[in-house]
């Protein structure tokens, strides 16, 4: 595996272990597309170190186990925001 892989998989990791982000945010972070994000951390993180892939695993279920929670909040403040005008 390219080594620019390997250490933007590993900054990537970090990433998400420290600030728990979803993909779609990291993504945005990194200037890299979620799909990037994504591939990274399923497909090629657990053949470079599979115990931090199974840390990450956990985060990206619990957020996308979260998803539709965000998702009815984001849709809550809109029609607020848009009571008060």
């Given at each position: ?42 497909e090629r993180l657990p053949k470079i170190n599979p115990q931090l892939a199974k840390e990450i695993n ?28």
């Amino acid at each position: 595996m390219n080594e620019y892989i390997e250490n933007r998989v590993h900054e990537v990791a970090s990433y998400i272990i420290s600030s728990k982000q979803t993909v779609r945010k990291t993504a945005k972070v990194f200037g890299i597309s979620k799909d990037t994000v994504y591939k990274d951390m399923a497909e090629r993180l657990p053949k470079i170190n599979p115990q931090l892939a199974k840390e990450i695993n956990q985060i990206l279920a619990f957020n996308k186990a979260a998803r539709n929670i965000r998702g009815g909040e984001a849709t809550r403040i809109k029609y607020l925001r848009e009571a008060r005008t």
